[in-house]
């Protein structure tokens, strides 16, 4: 079964999508939900709280805004140098009557290039201190993705200068300056020596952002499904998961839900597959809406059970009878464990009152049996061996098993067939 969190909806876990704006301004992190943290969603939030324990430090905005010694040491050095050409070219182009002269134009190019990366360099530089508060500003506010892969994070952390020399996110133990990796290429481009790679700043990609909107989306779509009441027929099921399909269409989405909301989502195990390299982002994308549209069932069964049990006498009255908590305890255990290789060909017993229109009714509770095949479909029969017979005068489908037994099982891949239990 999908996570009960998930199926429950914002009613108890999508308060803090409800306030976007205030979940950005929390910082909010997607905690795991288990004791093993997964090794990109710690990295990336390392270099956050790198990043606040940094900026807590400041004293003034000129520690943060202005370059370092050794940076502007870079851009003296790289200044000095083009100026020299463009003095040196100058003196060669005067030199000349004759302005259509081919070496003539070659020293006004020259003057014209080191005009270029002049512009070109303040530009950049501007860029690049506007680029450096957005980054720490956004980390402090945690609206970056712990999907953000952790070259991308490393790289953006080292360029603005949060990180130690020792090259590890300690916010305790400050090893080193703020001082990033600086240097000027030709034409005046902004660039950064990173573990052994000179990157241009114009093609650094940046961390990925936080997607509450799908997340919200997610979660508020169950809740409704679940208060409408009405089981999910296939065609809606479908209509939802093309909107999935559409939706993840971008990997950096589809990287935010699996990485930043796995405490709603239980995605635990999509998280390490993508890290430790044994699932790649399609298979990932397919498995994770598969879990959503089962969910999505799953609320609608849930969210029918409980409204023929708040509404007796109202819609559905008469045609299902809602099993004790109990029995509903049963095959929730049941439906847990959908990789159970002990589970086909070894019916299962519960005791239910079957109830429902056109059948004969039980007065009270009797032992009945329920096999799955491994396609997912359901059986049921008065005894072990007709429910392990997998034959179509035993199959029952959820809106069956709703109605007749008041319990709630996932709609298998076959939903056709009419049950016929001995009395």
Known sequence: MANNQLIQGAALTGKKFLDVGAAVAAGYKGYTNNNSVNPRVAENEAIQSRVNSSMANMKTDMDFTSFSPSETKT???????????????????????????????????????????FTNLAKQLESYK???????????????????????GRDNAVMYGFYDKDGKYDDTKQEGGYDSPFKIQDGGNIAFS?????LSYNDMSPPILKDYKLAKSLISGNETAFKAGKLQNRYSLDAYRVQLEEGLENQDTLKSMIFDFNRELDVKDLQDGITNGTMDMTQARDIFIDRMVTAREEVSIEG??????????????????????????????????PNDKNWTGDAKQFNFKRQGEGIKRDTSPKKYYIAR?????????????????????????????LKEFGITIPSP?????NIIIQE
């Open 304 to 337: 029918r059970a409980d409204y023929l049990a708040r509404n007796p006498t109202g819609e559905g009255a008469g045609k299902s009878y809602i099993q004790s908590k109990n029995a509903q305890e049963q095959i929730a255990i049941v439906n847990g464990y």
């Open 75 to 117: 851009m003296r050095t790289f200044l000095l140098s083009q100026r020299n050409i463009y003095t040196t070219a100058a003196k060669e182009a005067a030199k000349f009557d004759d302005t259509t002269d081919p070496e003539y134009m070659q020293y006004v190019d020259q003057m014209q290039n080191v005009n270029n990366s």
């Open 373 to 401: 095949d491994e396609a997912g479909q359901y059986y049921i029969g008065d005894n072990k061996d007709d429910a392990n017979t997998y034959a179509e005068d035993y199959k029952i489908t959820a809106e069956q098993a």
């Open 194 to 198: 990173i573990a052994g790679r000179e």
């Open 413 to 417: 891949p076959i939903t056709d067939g």
């Open 130 to 152: 506007t680029g450096k508060a957005e980054y720490a500003q956004g980390q402090m506010n945690g609206i970056y993705s712990n999907g953000t892969d952790g070259e991308v």
